[in-house]
């Protein structure tokens, strides 16, 4: 597998730490930095790493800022990218097996090394159920495309 990750300078640090853990797993990574301390916009790294994944260039992203938020809405911006902010296994689980998540967001400030680790692993080994979540999948496609959907029918969740 191969995964590529960037960050802004509120998530440096806890990226080269994913980094790291990405590639005691044999994960290939494309690190795209940045690689100095400096203030820097985090829009600038969320949308190589995005418009990446939504071309298919990588299968999965991660981004890293100080709360995962910025991150997470901007890489939701490009077409085709489920970018989720996940500050635990659960999320990281549910985003992969049910929303088919692309792009896995965390934040330095919200969560360690340790618990980023289980999250980055609990959203790659994760795999998208389909089904009904696969129909739900196509509604969003449709969102994007700005086309109107019939509702489906009702059913538990």
């Not at 049910?98 to 330095?108: F, K, Q, S, T, Y």
Request: neutral net charge; charged residues 20%; contains cysteine.
């Amino acid at each position: 597998m191969r995964v590529v990750v960037a960050s802004d300078h509120a998530g440096r640090v806890l990226r080269g730490e994913v980094v790291a853990h990405l590639r005691r797993r044999g994960v290939e990574v494309d690190d795209l930095g940045p690689d100095s301390p400096g203030s820097v916009d985090y829009p600038t790294f969320a949308r190589p790493v995005a418009e990446g994944v939504a071309a298919g260039s990588w299968p999965v992203g991660i981004l890293v800022c100080g709360t995962g938020t910025g991150m997470a809405i901007a890489a939701n911006k490009v077409h085709g990218v489920r970018a989720a902010n996940c500050t635990h296994e659960t999320l990281a689980r549910a985003a992969r097996s049910h929303n088919d998540a692309n792009v896995l967001c965390l934040g330095e400030r919200v969560v360690g090394p340790m618990l980023a680790a289980a999250i980055v692993d609990a959203f790659l080994d994760t795999p998208f159920e389909g089904g009904r979540h696969g129909r739900r999948l196509a509604l969003i496609r449709d969102m994007e495309q700005g086309r109107a959907a019939a509702p489906g029918p009702e059913e538990p969740a």
